[in-house]
């Protein structure tokens, strides 16, 4: 790669600093060379996986820190997946924060919920088991009710997690303060 970039100077000037252009250095004005000193030093760690760190860390806490990594990658997957956080075009600093907070508090009640569920199911599926608590609306004599449709056990776990009484199979409409 980087001997095919030597002969096209208009496209290494183009190029960041990833690739083959890291092994280029400029001699003069629009000549460039092939850096011979950093190809051989990067040869050294071939076959190796390196980890720098800017913290004045002992080997065993950087590999910890290194391997605890996925959990930050999984909560950034919860986030924009799960939770399906977006950017929105707020301008003003007040609308940005009120949309981080909700987001953040979004994703923090998302694993309190996995967390209270012994992590036995996936975010995914709480989200899930959320969206389908549902009931259906109906009248006898002019009063309004409400049926608890059909509830599976990790709904029913959700309502002991959040320490919240499971509502009766039938409900008034004014039980429900609606």
Not at 28 to 53: C, H, P, T, W
């Amino acid at each position: 790669m980087p001997i095919k970039l030597l002969q096209s100077p208009s496209v290494i000037e183009g190029l960041n600093k990833r690739g083959g252009k890291k092994y280029i250095k400029t001699e003069g004005q629009n000549r460039y060379i092939l850096d011979e000193s950093l190809i051989k030093r990067d040869m050294e760690f071939d076959g190796y996986y390196a980890v720098q760190s800017s913290e004045n860390l002992s080997p065993e806490q950087i590999l910890s820190a290194y391997h605890s990594l996925w959990k930050i990658e999984e909560s950034f997957r919860i986030m924009k997946h799960t939770i399906e956080v977006r950017p929105v075009y707020h301008w003003t600093e007040r609308r940005i924060r009120g949309y981080l907070v909700v987001c953040f508090l979004s994703f923090l009640f998302m694993r309190m919920l996995e967390f209270a569920l012994n992590k036995d199911v996936s975010t995914e599926r709480i989200k899930e088991a959320l969206r389908s608590i549902t009931f259906t609306e109906f009248s006898i004599d002019g009063k309004e009710y409400y049926l608890k449709n059909k509830m599976d056990k990790i709904e029913k776990a959700l309502f002991r997690a959040l320490k919240i009484s499971e509502p009766a199979h039938i409900t008034a409409k004014e039980e429900f303060g609606i």
